[in-house]
């Protein structure tokens, strides 16, 4: 059974920073694609983030320059630093993986989700 738990998620002030860890458990022969998701009330869930197996990312415009995703294969852990977080960031954010279980077979993955706060 392969999970993903969030953590670090909370209640920051404007321009304050936070990072997000999700990690991996369970039989796992490797994970492709990584990202980050948020989705904040009355709107529909939206990428963030996204790392690929070797390396490469990508960013939604709102947040580029501010954010950072990152990941550690040895850990199985996937990585998201903010900064300069503004109030339109609030939101529950998902981390999602495209997991290998088998020599064949692979899934996507998502975490529980951690509500990040930004107040004004």
């Known amino acids: 059974q392969v999970q993903l738990v969030e953590s670090g998620g909370g209640l920051v002030q404007a321009g304050g920073s936070l990072r997000l860890s999700c990690a991996a458990s369970?039989?796992?022969?490797?994970?492709?694609?990584m990202g980050w998701y948020r989705q904040a009330p009355g709107k529909q869930r939206e990428l963030v983030a996204a790392?690929?197996?070797?390396?490469?990312?990508s960013y939604a415009d709102s947040v580029k320059g501010r954010f950072t995703i990152s990941r550690d294969n040895a850990k199985n852990t996937v990585y998201l630093q903010m900064n300069s977080l503004k109030p339109e960031d609030t939101a529950v954010y998902y981390c999602?993986?495209?997991?290998?279980?088998?020599?064949?077979?692979?899934?996507?993955?998502w975490g529980q989700g951690t509500q990040v706060t930004v107040s004004s």
């Open positions: 369970g039989i796992i022969f490797g994970i492709n694609a």
């Open positions: 790392i690929t197996g070797g390396g490469s990312t």
């Open positions: 999602n993986a495209g997991i290998r279980t088998g020599l064949v077979s692979s899934k996507n993955y």
